[in-house]
């Protein structure tokens, strides 16, 4: 079955996942079930944010903007946004990459931008050059805004089955009817060169360790009595 690369690539997704690879929305449903306990926490963190971004967001831009302070930045075009940035060279013989930089159509030939749909340090860095605002490109998804109204609503306990009202319809799930196949479980170890034997050569029998019969027609003593 062949699937469009928009449902599973980070690459293709539009900027729509923001760099999130969890496709299964009972995953996602679960995880936020485990941490209701924490939701009263998480509330609090919002209504007392005092950053642009939520926290760990804000934290991440930082180091970001750290980053993009080691960058050179060449202008091409400044009236359609489009630049040069260089990285710089690493102690360990990497970096000295170039990048080019179209910052009205948002793009960055890192792809970091795109996939994650946060500037990556390429943008910050010709933000310090031309003087822009960094938060400007920073997705309303990231605001403290919508921080806070995420945790706006209320989580209720759920109440005993016997507290449930009835709903006009049955919910009936049986287990799938699969029956297990007899089938000799496979060795997950690595096979070498020993394990491998010649077709062409006699079987040798396991107790005896002679050729040219097997255990069940041996009649010659064991190795612990010769």
Same mark, same amino acid.
């Given at each position: 079955? #062949? !699937? ?6 980070l690459? =293709?997704?539009?900027g729509?996942? =923001? ?7 009972? &995953?996602?449903l %679960? ?7 924490? !939701? +009263?926490q =998480? ?18 831009? @930082?180091?970001i903007? @750290?980053?993009? /302070? ?8 400044? /009236? ?8 710089p ?11 080019? @930089?179209?910052?009205? %159509? #948002? !793009? ?5 931008? *795109? ?6 340090? +390429? ?16 997705? &309303?998804?990231?605001? /403290?805004?919508?921080? #806070? ?7 209720h306990?759920?109440?005993? &089955? ?7 319809? %049955? ?13 000799r ?5 690595? *096979? ?19 050729s040219? =019969?097997?255990? #069940?027609?041996?009649? %010659? ?6």
């Amino acid at each position: 079955m #062949k !699937f469009d690369a928009e449902k599973w690539t980070l690459l =293709h997704d539009g900027g729509h996942r =923001h760099g999130i690879m969890t496709t299964s929305i009972s &995953e996602a449903l %679960n995880s936020v079930l485990k941490k209701a306990r924490y !939701f +009263h926490q =998480h509330r609090e963190g919002a209504k007392n944010c005092v950053h642009p971004f939520p926290t760990r967001i804000f934290d991440k831009f @930082l180091g970001i903007e @750290l980053k993009s /302070r080691e960058h050179k930045v060449t202008t091409y075009n400044p /009236r359609e946004g489009i630049y040069m940035v260089k990285s710089p060279i690493r102690v360990s013989g990497t970096g000295n990459n170039i990048y080019t @930089l179209r910052l009205n %159509n #948002k !793009f960055c030939s890192c792809g970091k931008w *795109q996939t994650y749909t946060l500037p990556c340090s +390429h943008v910050l860095a010709v933000c310090r050059e031309n003087g822009s605002r960094t938060d400007s490109y920073v997705p &309303e998804l990231y605001s /403290r805004q919508t921080y #806070k109204k995420t945790y706006q609503a209320n989580f209720h306990p759920v109440l005993s &089955e016997n507290f449930w009202r009835d709903v006009p319809f %049955n919910l009936t799930f049986y287990p799938p009817n699969m029956k297990k196949e007899r089938v000799r479980k496979q060795s997950k170890r690595f *096979q070498g060169e020993i394990d491998y034997r010649n077709p062409d050569s006699p079987p040798r029998c396991g107790r005896c360790r002679m050729s040219g =019969h097997n255990r #069940k027609n041996c009649n %010659n003593p064991g190795p612990s009595n010769v």
